[in-house]
């Protein structure tokens, strides 16, 4: 997948027969004569930071990534939720034992597992407000894919490979992009450990042999990694489930090859799956909770409220995100037949956990993702190179990959392009700018990017620039108008309004604003989450609704309340407070 | 075009041949690689290790399978549930000769009884009149009235209920997973209310081994109780009876885990009874100020036998604060004659006689003013109203009776039942304990 055309440029001149002087020989006349039309241009940089195409692929995704999560609105997910939790936290030195703002959430078991990444949102908000969020998060986003594209090349070898992957994987997951909340450094941990894994993986299994076996430090990271998942989000089960797939595949791939119990126990691979996996668990009970957490988190998946949000519901064909999963098992199908790559059975078993995951909850298409793109990216450029005649004798076939891997690795040792890396670096002598790379690309690979920063609102501090305004800043879903009211007319009491919007007007409207229903759905009893849906979508008698929650004031979404609103103008007993082109808010007559 | 039948045979002879000389190239391939020496080495290598490996998974498993289950009923339901082997008894405390005489008693309470009617007898009349009378209770001087044995086995055991309403009728016990459920709000063969025969046992003090029958079998009591407990929601419609049946079974307990694990106390139970306003609730809001009497002694009973009160100081006060407002209300709003109706927090009754008015009927009257009489006889003496307002409801009521046909009376009984318990517990007694022979005789 290497450039096999390299522009012409100053390094396509440089041949071993004619060597250029070194950065050390050059004088200060040769600098003189570089305007000069005879004079011929010599890199006084170190050739290393030649760069090729596929440098400057993975460069412009991810400086487009940047760009395009810069611009995505601070939308009404749970973000305001956390960084109102973060707050608390600041403000009481301690980490909240129960639910803080709904009235009828006493008494339900609660266990703030992303209070590490409630308390950077907060910090990040309280140094620069919502702008710095929007860039915290784009910087989460190249985070990602920059991982990704990471783990991709540990497995290929190949930096082409690499940015094939990371926009396999945006495009199977563009719906979570616009995803900003804790969960984005939930996955950043998710693509931490495969790219730990890709070089976990392939250590040799020879315990005499001085660089076999993953350093202490290695297994350490691992534990690390966990740790500090399990702080920040509740996904770092994903991270063990993932593990606890190629600790099964390795099982069976090893009873397969021995065909006994006792040798699948003898061997090192799987020990090493096996301790891995209990490795990063011990790592993930190092939270506040202890064992508690990943019980929490195993649990929290049935609650079922959550059967009822969008997220947390099977993937529709025609719904968010439902096509490209489509096409993405189509594809995924297509590689697995066709690839000369071998696929371990740890990496099917991944493959179709998540892609179960995923299909049953559309939030798993998160982690489903980066998976996808980390396994199937050498199947897809070998499925293309045997479609077009790239295969070649020494690319390693099924049976040679597999034994390969039996003993090192998972996926073939030998690179899927010809491999401009340090060895031929170093064969290439001191100033020689290996084939297919240019300075020319350095300087894209510098421009790209800068542009891209320039472009963004992040850049403002900097280089100047207007302010967004509200909506572009946080979406026209949310209720500006409304929390600047609430702000001026607090609610004394329960209060209901759509669940989307319960955060945002705590955080800027009223701090002591008791919302019925806040993005904490999972906390919300049954019964009133029941009642809230009931009352929302039009379903039940208002008065007994209303007065069992002693209800005191009701704000409705004008695009999708029509009827409650009209339902609510008919109510004795209540008066509009406030109303603007989005919201409608009422209050008791008596209020 | 099709492919001649030929053509194809060939071209699979062809790639099994492929196949062949592939296979032998990589078994020549992987022995230049020292790949079976490798496996080979590894095999000798992990085989010295096989044993301890296994056992400390085998101790990982068990030690991780243990804190999950140790710890795991912190996120359910599934606590355990210390109940009491028989409920609480809440005790009259006075006697109060002024609110009504023993005659006048005698004579209101031998009319109360509950007819019999085969299978027109409701569910809840059995239930509210069981509850009046206790299960002990016979009426020898008119052997039309059930009897307490009969009322328990109506309610308890599903072969007399299927022998009384029909073997085709729908059971009263429906066996759950979380115990067993008492059928209620669906017609007249079940229980008018959420928990409310659960709760008119649990008063008329049965204890948790009691034997039930349901349609499936024998069980017993506990496991109508346990229902009643774990299938608890703070936010349900009705509430009242679920409220007293665990304040009658669990205390000393303080706190337990309710549906959706929820970690359920007094003290939210009195927060949400205390929630809507007055007079939401059934029979006027009444049974939700009964089952706050009913916690206010209960935390009096708690502390005098040793234990932690089962109500926090803030939420004891608070409820106290409540009920006192409740009784200001009530004596401003009570009609001369002595009665309220079910508009008791915001007006008075406007005329001597009921209306057929909603919420002024004579039924309405008699609800509104026998359960403020009887949460009153109960309750603390701090929250009682003025001597007069007890009397001048009391008499009313039995003025009222007296002035009822046996009809009327049958149709009022379970709004009667609690005017007859409360004047009974007036004097220092439940109305099973009160001698009726003894009228009879002087007659």
């Keep these: 997948m290497s450039s096999t055309s390299p522009p012409s440029d100053a390094s396509s001149d440089a041949s071993p027969e004619s060597p250029e002087p070194s950065a050390g020989e050059m004088s200060a006349d040769d600098d003189g004569d570089v305007f000069g039309t005879e004079a011929s241009l010599s890199p006084k940089l170190d050739p290393r930071l030649a760069l090729g195409a596929p440098h400057l692929i993975i460069v412009s995704v991810l400086s487009a990534v940047f760009l395009v999560a810069n611009y995505l609105p601070l939308r009404g997910t749970d973000l305001w939720l956390h960084v109102l939790y973060g707050n608390w936290i600041l403000e009481h030195g301690r980490l909240p034992q129960q639910e803080q703002f709904m009235p009828y959430s006493q008494g339900m078991e609660f266990l703030d597992t992303q209070w590490l990444s409630q308390l950077i949102i907060a910090s990040v908000n309280n140094l620069g407000g919502a702008e710095l969020l929007s860039s915290l998060f784009a910087f989460c986003a190249v985070v990602i894919n920059l991982c990704l594209a990471y783990a991709i090349h540990q497995r290929t070898k190949s930096l082409s490979a690499a940015a094939l992957g990371i926009c396999l994987s945006l495009i199977v997951g563009w719906s979570r992009l616009g995803t900003i909340r804790p969960e984005v450094f939930g996955v950043i941990c998710f693509v931490g450990l495969l790219a730990l894994l890709s070089r976990f993986r392939s250590w040799p299994m020879e315990r005499d042999d001085p660089n076999g076996g993953p350093a202490l430090g290695w297994w350490i990271a691992s534990a690390a990694l966990f740790a500090v998942w399990a702080n920040l989000h509740g996904s770092f089960v994903t991270g063990l489930i993932l593990l606890g797939c190629f600790a099964l595949g390795d099982c069976i791939e090893s009873l397969w090859r021995n065909g006994s119990l006792r040798d699948v126990l003898s061997d090192q691979r799987v020990q090493r799956s096996v301790y891995l996996l209990e490795f990063c668990f011990l790592g993930s009970l190092l939270t506040p909770f202890g064992f508690d957490l990943p019980l929490y988190v195993a649990l929290f998946s049935g609650n079922e409220n959550l059967q009822e949000v969008l997220e947390w519901r099977p993937l529709v064909i025609q719904g968010v995100g439902g096509r490209t999963f489509a096409a993405a098992i189509v594809v995924a199908v297509v590689a697995l037949r066709q690839s000369r790559v071998r696929i371990g059975v740890g990496e099917y078993a991944a493959l179709i956990v998540f892609g179960l995951a995923a299909a049953y909850g559309v939030r798993m298409l998160s982690w489903f993702a980066p998976l996808y793109a980390w396994v199937l990216t050498p199947h897809i450029v070998s499925t293309v190179r045997v479609w077009t005649g790239f295969a070649t004798a020494t690319e390693p076939t099924d049976l040679e990959s597999s034994a390969v891997a039996t003993a090192d690795t998972d996926t073939p040792t030998e690179p899927l392009e010809p491999s401009t890396s340090e060895p031929e670096l170093a064969t290439a002598g001191p100033n020689l700018i290996p084939p297919g790379r240019s300075f020319h690309y350095s300087l894209a690979c510098l421009v790209i990017p800068w542009t891209a920063f320039a472009l963004t609102p992040t850049a403002t501090p900097l280089l100047g620039g207007g302010e967004r305004t509200a909506t572009q800043l946080l979406g026209e879903a949310t209720p500006v108008g409304l929390s600047e009211h609430l702000s001026e007319f607090p609610v004394d009491g329960p209060f209901l309004c759509p669940q989307q919007w319960s955060d945002w007007l705590i955080y800027a409207g009223d701090e002591n604003l008791q919302p019925l229903v806040t993005s904490n759905i999972h906390m919300v009893p049954r019964q009133v989450w029941v009642d809230y849906l009931a009352m929302l979508n039009n379903r039940t008698s208002w008065d007994g609704m209303l007065e069992r929650y002693r209800i005191t004031a009701v704000a409705l979404d004008k695009a999708s309340h029509g009827n409650q609103i009209r339902r609510m103008r008919r109510q004795e007993g209540w008066r509009i407070a406030y109303e603007d082109a989005q919201a409608v808010l009422f209050r008791e007559a008596g209020e | ?443």
Excluded at chain 2, 21 to 46: C, F, P, W, Y
Excluded at chain 2, 58 to 82: K, M, P, W
Excluded at chain 2, 290 to 313: K, N, Q, Y
Excluded at chain 2, 330 to 355: I, K
Aim: glycine share 6%.
């Design chain 2, 1 to 443: 075009m099709k492919t001649p039948k030929r053509f194809c045979s060939a071209k699979r002879a062809n790639k099994r041949r492929i196949n062949e000389l592939a296979h032998q190239e990589n078994t020549r391939r992987l022995s230049s690689l020292g790949i079976d020496r490798m496996a080979r080495q590894e095999k000798v290598n992990g085989s010295r290790h096989w044993a301890a490996f296994a056992a400390l998974q085998v101790v990982i498993f068990a030690a991780v399978a243990g804190a999950a289950v140790y710890r795991g009923g912190r996120f359910t339901n599934q606590s355990t549930l210390a109940l009491r082997a028989e409920p609480i008894e809440v005790r009259p405390q006075y006697d109060y000769e002024f609110v009504i005489t023993d005659e006048q008693l005698q004579s209101t309470l031998r009319r109360l009884g509950l007819v019999d009617r085969g299978a027109e007898t409701l569910i809840s009349a059995t239930d509210h009149s069981l509850r009046m009378w206790g299960p002990r209770r016979t009426f020898p001087y008119e052997p039309k009235f059930l009897s307490g044995p009969e009322m328990m086995s109506r309610l308890t055991d599903h072969r007399r209920f299927a022998e009384v309403y029909g073997a085709d009728s729908s059971p009263l016990l429906i066996p759950e997973e979380t115990g067993i459920r008492v059928r209620a709000i669906e017609g007249p063969l079940s229980s008018s209310h959420i928990d409310h025969t659960v709760a008119c046992l649990a008063e008329v003090g049965t204890p948790l081994d009691y034997q039930v029958v349901t349609a499936q079998g024998p069980s017993t009591f506990r496991e109508l109780v346990e229902h009643t407990i774990k299938d608890f929601d703070l936010n349900q419609v009705e509430y009242e009876w679920s409220a007293l049946t665990m304040t009658l079974f669990l205390p000393p307990q303080r706190e337990w885990r309710g549906s959706d694990g929820q970690m359920m106390s007094f003290d939210l139970i009195a927060d949400r009874i205390m929630r809507e306003r007055l007079p939401r609730g059934v029979c006027g809001a009444n049974h939700r100020l009964h089952a706050l009497t009913m916690m206010l002694r209960v935390d009096d009973m708690m502390e005098d036998e040793g234990h932690p009160r089962i109500l926090s100081s803030d939420v004891r006060t608070a409820t106290i604060e409540y009920l006192t407002e409740v009784t200001r209300k009530l004596v401003a709003h009570q009609h001369p004659s002595g009665c309220w109706n079910m508009r008791w927090p915001d007006e008075a009754p406007p005329e001597h006689e009921a209306s057929s008015e909603d919420g002024d009927t004579l039924g309405d009257r008699l609800i509104a003013t026998g359960h403020a009489l009887e949460w009153w006889s109960l309750a603390p003496q701090e929250l009682h109203p003025p001597r007069g307002v007890l009397v001048s409801a009391s008499q009313w009521i039995v003025t009222t009776v007296e002035g009822l046909s046996d009809e009327e009376i049958q149709r009022y009984n379970s709004y009667l039942s609690h005017a007859g318990r409360a004047l009974a517990l007036w004097r220092g007694r439940l109305p099973g304990e009160v001698d009726l022979t003894a009228n009879e005789t002087s007659n």
